[in-house]
């Protein structure tokens, strides 16, 4: 069962897209943006936003996940996340 999300892990959601879709424009907009800053600037730039990314989407997996774990009925909480 899937917990409710929370405001955190709503905020962690939101960011987690908002830095896949900033990749993707940039990956995109490679070639535009390395007439304007230079090749080296450019690459670092994409390196930084595809590290954040990742480092970002993997905390929110594993806070999802952690959450969900402790929502489940099996651990002896009702629907309401109160103790059975």
Do not use: N
């Amino acid at each position: 069962m899937a917990a409710p999300e929370t405001a955190s892990l709503r905020r962690l959601r939101i960011a987690v897209i908002a830095l896949a879709a900033t990749t993707a424009i940039g990956i995109v907009a490679i070639g535009p943006i390395i007439s304007f800053v230079g090749r080296a600037v450019a690459g670092g730039s994409l390196a930084a936003l595809i590290a954040s990314y990742l480092m970002a989407g993997a905390v929110y997996v594993v806070r999802k996940a952690q959450t969900d774990d402790r929502w489940s009925p099996d651990r002896g909480f009702d629907g309401e996340g109160e103790a059975a």
